[in-house]
Each structure stands twice: as C-alpha cells, then as structure tokens.
C-alpha cells in the first residue's frame, strides 16, 4: 500500500509539475503574492496530507521520527544525549525534540513540527532566489519544489529532520548573500548540534564565499564546540557517533551498485578504502568547479551546495536518497535556469520520483540487505531484484544527470559574471 501510495504521489507531481513551472514566470501575481501562493500551497498540501494519514485514517508514523521519539522521551526521564542516549544526531537535537512531547506525546507532533520548519523554510529559499538569481528563475524553482513528490514524502509523511538542515542552510546562505557572515557560519555551526554534522558538507562552499573568512571559521566554530565540548565533558565520547555514522549503510549509491561484482564495502578495512577513494574524489571535484567556475559569486555557493551533495550521494557508502531535500530548491533554481528547461523538468522530476521511491523498495522488498547478499538464490523474488537494481541504477544515473545540470548552471552564472566585466570595460 505505501509503495503504491508513493508511486501514485510521484505520477500526480509528474503531471503537475511542467505545466505550472511553465505557468510561473507569467507576471499574472505581483512578487509578494506570488510568494504567498506559494506558502499557502505548501502548507496546504502538507498539512492537508498530515491529517489525513494521522487523524482521519489513524496511521501510525513510521521511519526516523519514532526514534526522535524515543530519544525524546529519554531527555525527559534525565538522560543525557550522547552520554546516556546513543544518538545519531547532533547534541540539542534530542533536547529540542523534548521540547515538543509535553504539547503532544505522540510521533505525529515530531511530523507536524517538520511541516512547519518546511512552511518556513520555502520564503526563505526564495528570498535567496530572487536576491542571487531572478524572479522568473525564483518562481520556477518554487513551483518545481511544491509540487515535488520528495519533500511531500520525506517532511509531510516521514518527518525525517533533515528539513532542519534545509532551513539553516538557507538561513547560512541568505545572510551570506547579505554580507553578514558571521550570522552566516552562526547558523551552519548551529545546524550541526541541532540536527546532525551532515551539514560539514556545506562548510567548504560558504566558506570560501565568505568577504570574512576568518571571521567566518571563528563564528562557525562556536556552537559545535560548545555543543560537543559540553557532553564531552560530561564523559561522552563524540566520536562513538562518527564511527557509528562510518559503518552506516544504505542502497542508491554507488558502492552500493559495486556489490554486483561481489565487492563487499560493508567489510572495516574495504568500506575505510572507499570512503577514502570517495572524499578525494569529492575534493577534487570541488577543485575542478572552483577552477571552471569560480566561487565567489554570490550564486556560487548555493549552486555548489547541491553540487556536493549530489556528488556526496554517488560515492558515500551511506546516502540516502532523502538526504536531497536538503539541497532540493537550489536543484530547482539549477533546473529553472536550464536552455532546455522542459527536459531538465521532466529529469528533475523523474528522479525526485525515484528518490521517493527507493528507501521503501529497500527497506521493504530487499530487508535493507546488501546486494551481494540479494543476488544470492531464494532471497528475494527475481522480479523484485530486477525492478530494484532497475530503480537503483536509474537514480544514479540521475544524480549524475543532475550534477551535470548544476555544473551547467554554474557555469552559466560565470559567463554572465565575464560578460558583464568586458561590457564594463567596453
């Protein structure tokens, strides 16, 4: 039922999707309403799916925001995170979680609470849109984002809190846009004990934007030093989290896929090899796109915020497809500005689509099992394993297609930016 729900969602913002991104740049709404559209929209949607899945029909929540929970409930009785609690999440974020359960104990609060944090997020995407890029650009963008079958899936449904790291990172890059960067690396820093160092990813790009860059690593330093410092003193041990976090695995990757050729990645000593192979990869194309490209427009970063994480989620033995919503408006803005715009569409949403719908299959057709171990007889159905590698090789090949887009985009910017130099200079 839930695969068949996903599929349906995925088909429905197919559908919508090219004809009212195509609507969008038409003048009919003046900015400020055209922004209230768009949030109404989305609150509309998520909550209005909210209430039917958790109050009318009574379905549990599943997935990620039972072990918030958890841990939640655990803060309460005087347990410590990281101490007394083995979470995989930053210091605050069981504290925060707590903060919610005497309103409404129950996992469908944590489910609510990750709407709002979208509601609020989408203004602020936008705001960056149109002060880096352009409004038609912006509006596009923000259609191609309401009527996306991932955030509908992964905020509206699951309740997983990496929309709190989409938030603070448009909050990082919309300060950085307006030159105050040291609120900028304040609210980067923050992200990494409020929800989960998975953000680090995105240190690289803000910092080297910054006009302050020095400034920029003090201010960014204070919150995780604080944070971790704190239960470390306590007597936790932060990097029990790393190495947790290091021998975490998932499907929809590229090491995953390896598995075909009896690789076996989930062995200590191969997964250190790999993970070391995929940050130098990852080093080196950031490398290549600040040498292409540039990287101190203020378009830059946020296009190469999605540009790493996209190349994140090809290499890193741990990727979850649902770790995109994090990035998934500047992928929107790259797909917006695209020559062909109505191909980059249809990719964008093919992929979101995948990306929906991949977890599930994993979890539920495959056990979560590596593919080594699939490819074994009698472990799983030939059709389920088919329809699942199917799946698994398509969503790689759409990061990669997506990559490409985003490279494009930011290449793009940095035509405009040596254009305008020599129109001066003429």
């Given at each position: 039922?839930?695969?068949?729900?996903?599929?349906?969602?995925?088909?429905v913002c197919f559908l919508c999707a090219l004809?009212?991104?195509?609507?969008?740049?038409?003048?009919?709404?003046?900015?400020?309403?055209?922004?209230?559209?768009?949030?109404?929209?989305?609150?509309?949607?998520?909550?209005?799916?909210?209430?039917?899945?958790?109050?009318?029909?009574?379905?549990?929540?599943?997935?990620?925001?039972?072990?918030?929970?958890?841990?939640?409930?655990?803060?309460?009785?005087?347990?410590?995170?990281?101490?007394?609690?083995?979470?995989?999440?930053?210091?605050?974020?069981?504290?925060?979680?707590?903060?919610?359960?005497?309103?409404?104990?129950?996992?469908?609060?944590?489910?609510?609470?990750?709407?709002l944090l979208e509601i609020i997020s989408v203004?602020?995407?936008?705001?960056?849109?149109?002060?880096?890029?352009?409004?038609?650009?912006?509006?596009?963008?923000?259609?191609?984002?309401?009527?996306?079958?991932?955030?509908?899936?992964?905020?509206?449904?699951?309740?997983?809190?990496?929309?709190?790291?989409?938030?603070?990172?448009?909050?990082?890059?919309?300060?950085?846009?307006?030159?105050?960067?040291?609120?900028?690396?304040?609210?980067?820093?923050?992200?990494?004990?409020?929800?989960?160092?998975?953000?680090?990813?995105?240190?690289?790009?803000?910092?080297?934007?910054?006009?302050?860059?020095?400034?920029?690593?003090?201010?960014?330093?204070?919150?995780?030093?604080?944070?971790?410092?704190?239960?470390?003193?306590?007597g936790a041990h932060p990097w029990q989290q790393?190495?947790?976090?290091?021998?975490?695995?998932?499907?929809?990757?590229?090491?995953?896929?390896?598995?075909?050729?009896?690789?076996?990645?989930?062995?200590?000593?191969?997964?250190?090899?790999?993970?070391?192979?995929?940050?130098?990869?990852?080093?080196?194309?950031?490398?290549?796109?600040?040498?292409?490209?540039?990287?101190?427009?203020?378009?830059?970063?946020?296009?190469?915020?999605?540009?790493?994480?996209?190349?994140?989620?090809?290499?890193?033995?741990?990727?979850?497809?649902?770790?995109?919503?994090?990035?998934?408006?500047?992928?929107?803005?790259?797909?917006?500005?695209?020559?062909?715009?109505?191909?980059?569409?249809?990719?964008?949403?093919?992929?979101?689509?995948?990306?929906?719908?991949?977890?599930?299959?994993?979890?539920?057709?495959?056990?979560?099992?590596?593919?080594?171990?699939?490819?074994?007889?009698?472990?799983?159905?030939?059709?389920?394993?088919?329809?699942?590698?199917?799946?698994?090789?398509?969503?790689?090949?759409?990061?990669?297609?997506?990559?490409?887009?985003?490279?494009?985009?930011?290449?793009?910017?940095?035509?405009?930016?040596?254009?305008?130099?020599?129109?001066?200079?003429?």
């Amino acid at each position: 039922m839930i695969l068949t729900a996903k599929a349906c969602l995925a088909l429905v913002c197919f559908l919508c999707a090219l004809p009212l991104s195509l609507w969008a740049p038409r003048p009919t709404l003046a900015p400020r309403q055209f922004s209230k559209a768009i949030v109404a929209a989305v609150a509309v949607s998520r909550l209005g799916l909210f209430t039917l899945i958790f109050l009318i029909l009574g379905i549990s929540p599943q997935s990620d925001v039972t072990a918030y929970w958890s841990e939640g409930h655990a803060v309460l009785k005087g347990e410590s995170p990281l101490l007394d609690i083995p979470t995989a999440y930053g210091p605050l974020f069981d504290c925060l979680v707590a903060t919610i359960i005497p309103l409404w104990d129950s996992p469908a609060a944590l489910v609510l609470f990750a709407i709002l944090l979208e509601i609020i997020s989408v203004p602020v995407w936008m705001a960056i849109g149109r002060r880096v890029f352009d409004e038609a650009v912006t509006r596009r963008a923000a259609v191609l984002y309401v009527v996306n079958p991932l955030p509908i899936s992964v905020v509206a449904i699951a309740g997983q809190n990496h929309v709190g790291l989409s938030l603070l990172l448009a909050l990082s890059l919309l300060a950085l846009a307006r030159r105050q960067d040291v609120l900028s690396a304040a609210w980067l820093g923050f992200s990494i004990i409020a929800v989960k160092f998975l953000s680090l990813l995105f240190m690289p790009p803000l910092f080297l934007a910054a006009h302050r860059r020095v400034a920029w690593v003090a201010a960014f330093a204070v919150f995780p030093v604080l944070g971790y410092g704190a239960v470390a003193a306590l007597g936790a041990h932060p990097w029990q989290q790393v190495a947790f976090h290091g021998s975490d695995n998932s499907s929809g990757n590229l090491p995953y896929l390896l598995g075909a050729a009896g690789l076996d990645l989930a062995d200590p000593h191969r997964r250190v090899i790999a993970d070391i192979a995929a940050f130098s990869v990852l080093c080196a194309s950031f490398l290549a796109v600040i040498w292409r490209c540039g990287g101190t427009r203020p378009s830059q970063p946020v296009l190469m915020c999605a540009f790493v994480l996209l190349v994140t989620m090809i290499l890193s033995k741990k990727a979850y497809a649902s770790y995109l919503v994090i990035v998934l408006f500047p992928l929107c803005i790259a797909v917006a500005g695209q020559a062909k715009f109505v191909l980059a569409a249809i990719c964008l949403e093919l992929v979101m689509g995948l990306a929906t719908l991949e977890p599930s299959l994993w979890f539920r057709w495959m056990g979560q099992r590596e593919l080594g171990d699939l490819l074994k007889a009698g472990v799983v159905t030939p059709m389920h394993t088919v329809l699942f590698l199917s799946c698994d090789v398509l969503l790689v090949a759409g990061y990669a297609a997506m990559i490409g887009m985003v490279w494009s985009a930011m290449a793009k910017e940095r035509h405009h930016r040596d254009g305008a130099v020599w129109a001066a200079q003429g």
